[in-house]
């Protein structure tokens, strides 16, 4: 009889762990029991395969980086701006790692023609207005050309590439994005400037010596002919007055900012922070 209640109390505890196991996964959010999905082709702009190689390199860069990357095409956004449709998507998913949600979604809408680029908690650090601005400049071109495929590649490295350089604590930025003409410009100018200054100097060098029967004179009295030129008639003409008039500069008070550069924020519906933009391909 004693054994006989061991075993029942034992049967009687597997099946209590049994059924509260149940009840704490049930209670856990979808996104710690299952994988968020980081491409979501609503508008199947994707054959299956290049969104199997999309969704890994989603999926791997948002790993590797704390910050999801998500990108969403849908047919109609159904009357909902891009800004709105694309902040709720991404807040009514559970996107975002960590305690500010940090993360990058890509919305295109195929009705409207329309790209929106949603940045939450990290994701408004790392892409600023005008990082949002270049990143758009590489992959809209392939939109519009129907290479949905290259274009999500793209911004997907971009990205990964601009979380990367707001981790060294200077983000890309105004003055600062990849590839920025200036200085290149600048280099060049001054390359091109010396090439051309050794050029000139060698040829006047090489005229210079061929010139050996003309030689400098002290004054210029030596290059005149006395008498040459006799004046008959001479007087003063006032031509015009020159006056130079220059406006005080005015200070916009609509510009706050300056070119200081960085990202402006709205708040969702569900009270995120959210920065973004978007354009039409």
């Known amino acids: 009889m004693r054994i006989f209640n061991k075993k029942a109390a034992g049967k009687l505890l597997t099946l209590l762990l049994g059924v509260l196991s149940v009840f704490i996964i049930s209670a856990l959010p979808a996104s710690a029991t299952e994988e ?16 199997a ?16 990357i998500v990108v969403v095409t849908v047919d109609s956004m159904e009357g909902e701006s891009a800004e709105v449709y694309a902040d709720d998507f991404y807040d009514y998913n559970g996107y975002g790692f960590g305690d500010g949600r940090d993360g990058i979604l890509l919305l295109v809408s195929m009705e409207e023609r329309e790209w929106y680029i949603s940045t939450t908690g990290y994701g408004i650090t790392a892409i600023t207005d005008a990082g949002r601005e270049y990143i758009s400049e590489t992959f809209v071109a392939d939109l519009s050309e129907g290479d949905y495929a290259g274009a999500f590649t793209s911004f997907a490295n971009l990205c990964d590439d601009f979380i ?28 091109s400037f010396a090439i051309a200054f050794i050029i000139a100097l060698t040829a ?78």
């Open 164 to 191: 990367t350089q707001a981790k060294t604590g200077e983000p890309y930025d105004v003055g600062n994005l990849p590839g920025d003409m200036a200085g290149f410009l600048v280099g060049s100018f001054a390359i």
């Open 53 to 68: 190689d999309l969704k890994d390199l989603l999926d791997e860069i948002s790993r590797r980086q704390q910050v999801d």
């Open 204 to 281: 006047t060098g090489i005229m210079r010596g061929q010139l050996k029967t003309v030689h400098s004179r002290p004054v210029a009295d030596t290059y005149m002919k006395w008498d040459s030129m006799q004046l008959t008639k001479k007087n003063d003409l006032y031509l015009y007055r020159n006056i130079d008039r220059r406006k005080k500069p005015e200070k916009d008070s609509s510009d706050s900012s300056g070119s200081s550069g960085g990202s402006t924020t709205h708040t969702s519906s569900s009270g995120t922070t959210h920065g973004g933009g978007g354009g039409k391909f």
């Open 36 to 51: 968020l999905l980081r491409i979501v082709d609503m508008a199947d702009l994707l054959s299956d395969g290049e969104e």
